[in-house]
């Protein structure tokens, strides 16, 4: 069974940090693309990073590039969002996701977490 946990989530005030954690299980993470997407009240879902297999080349939305950081580690099925210089309008829930290629996990992810809350306040 698939399985995407997300953890990490919570208040923070403008300018802080929080790292998000998803652990997987039930497939060969190694062998997975993974994404983050986050959906604020009233819109849609969006695209926020994603990394590759290897963890060597990540990509990310216009509007947290500089700002978040994706990384992996395959030894404990994980991957891991570090979000610094927060803003309000990045509260959401978080999600991770899984794609078997990058442009998968972008656009049309096997896998989805739960979703975790990130709220930033001002």
């Known amino acids: 069974q698939v399985q995407l946990a997300e953890s990490g989530g919570g208040l923070v005030q403008a300018g802080g940090s929080l790292k998000l954690s998803c652990a997987a299980s039930g497939f060969t993470f190694s062998m997975y693309c993974m994404g983050w997407f986050r959906q604020a009240p009233g819109k849609e879902r969006e695209f926020v990073g994603a990394?590759?297999?290897?963890?060597?080349?990540?990509y990310y939305a216009a509007s947290v590039k500089g700002r978040f950081t994706i990384s992996r580690d395959n030894a404990k099925n994980t991957v891991y969002l570090q979000m610094n210089s927060l803003k309000p309008e990045d509260t959401a829930v978080y999600y991770c996701a899984a794609g078997d290629t990058i442009g998968k996990v972008t656009t049309a992810p096997a896998y989805w977490g739960q979703g975790t809350q990130i709220t930033v306040s001002s």
């Open positions: 990394i590759n297999w290897s963890g060597d080349s990540s």
